[in-house]
């Protein structure tokens, strides 16, 4: 079946410009988690959105970041007023929840440049 | 969660045993040992996790010592595909929750 999707695979935008990041989860799974990876270093969570549930923000790193998740599937992680600093890859995933153990299932990633 | 180490990077021969390890001596009682990898330009994808057995599937086995204190990943029969950064991370219960990575161990497998 389909897996995570996310869209575009690749940004260039200029410092101080708004972007918009899009991530399809897999149907039906109710968990939706949004990291960054930035050249060399490992994965550092940003937002997790579970069902109808307040977003767990701990991990964004100002309130330039924000995220959204419309109707329970579909998400977007919007940085406004970019930085040099905020080039990385965005990677979403999504599982199912419950009790017991669930994969997080990974998308292909957005490569964000900031020039 | 408690810190994991492991080396940055290792070789193996395709067709041969690849055997990671992993340090996390902080682990405490009831967090779990998981192993991700990552292969060029991809998302991260779940391989193994145990508690205090040893685990196997059909992607890799998962030793991990009586301690606790260290684990190892193994796959095999190493594939060039198999050629990834390979990611060991411990975390209390059994539903994952948010993720973080440290720098993980680059698997290069040669023909």
């Known amino acids: 079946g389909a897996g995570v999707s996310q869209s575009p695979s690749n940004k260039v935008t200029e410092k101080g410009k708004d972007v918009e990041l899009r991530c399809d989860p897999i149907s039906g799974h109710t968990a939706l988690y949004w990291y960054r990876q930035s050249l060399g270093q490992g994965l550092e969570f940003l937002i997790y959105f579970q069902g109808n549930s307040a977003p767990d923000k701990s991990g964004l790193p100002s309130d330039r970041f924000s995220a959204e998740r419309t109707g329970g599937s579909v998400s977007t992680l919007t940085i406004q007023r970019t930085q040099q600093e905020d080039s990385a890859v965005y990677l979403c995933?999504?599982?199912?929840?419950?009790?017991?153990?669930?994969?997080?299932?990974f998308g292909p990633g957005t490569r964000l440049t900031v020039t | 969660d408690a810190k994991t180490t492991q080396p940055p990077s290792m070789d193996c021969a395709e067709g041969r045993a690849a055997n990671l390890p992993c340090n996390h001596s902080t682990i405490s009682g009831n967090e779990y040992v998981y192993w991700y990898r990552q292969i060029h330009s991809q998302g991260p994808q779940y391989i193994i996790h145990g508690l205090k057995n040893n685990e196997t599937n059909e992607m890799a086995s998962l030793i991990i010592t009586e301690d606790r204190k260290s684990s190892t990943l193994i796959l095999p029969h190493a594939t060039l595909r198999d050629t990834a950064v390979y990611y060991c991370r411990v975390d209390r219960g059994s539903t994952l929750g948010r993720l973080y990575f440290g720098r993980g161990t680059q698997l290069t497998v040669w023909p």
């Open positions: 995933a999504s599982s199912s929840t419950g009790t017991g153990f669930y994969e997080q299932y």
